[in-house]
């Protein structure tokens, strides 16, 4: 089993910067790909980024390409942190942001249904 625990989602204005962190634990989590996703009220939960195990690969939706970077901290084979930098925020940028972790895999790049395990969601909201 693979625990994930969000925290970093606030209130900022249009233009401004936060950085989400998602604590992940149990089994060998450091060698399995992990990614962000979001879902908006009213809308499909979409794929934002991914990373590789090793942090090798990453991979990002074409909205925030350029604006959002990811990345990991392995401290141990059972214990990481990944990141999310999301930088010139917009107004879209507005949702419930998950973590996830792949069900067994290196690397899951956006294919949502080989993510196994989730967060419980953190919110951003983007004011004007």
């Known amino acids: 089993q693979v625990q994930l625990v969000e925290s970093g989602g606030g209130a900022v204005q249009v233009g401004g910067s936060l950085r989400l962190s998602c604590a992940a634990s149990?089994?060998?989590?450091?060698?399995?790909?992990m990614g962000w996703f979001r879902q908006a009220p009213g809308k499909e939960r979409e794929f934002v980024a991914s990373?590789?195990?090793?942090?090798?690969?990453?991979?990002?939706?074409n909205s925030v390409d350029g604006r959002f970077t990811i990345s990991r901290d392995n401290a141990d084979n059972a214990n990481n942190i990944m990141y999310l930098q999301m930088n010139s925020l917009k107004p879209e940028d507005m949702a419930t942001y998950y973590c996830?972790?792949?069900?067994?895999?290196?690397?899951?790049?956006?294919?949502?249904?080989?993510?196994?395990?989730w967060g419980q969601g953190t919110r951003v909201d983007v004011s004007s």
């Open positions: 149990g089994r060998t989590v450091s060698m399995i790909g």
């Open positions: 990373i590789s195990g090793n942090g090798g690969s990453t991979d990002y939706a």
């Open positions: 996830a972790a792949c069900r067994a895999f290196h690397y899951c790049a956006g294919h949502e249904g080989m993510y196994a395990y």
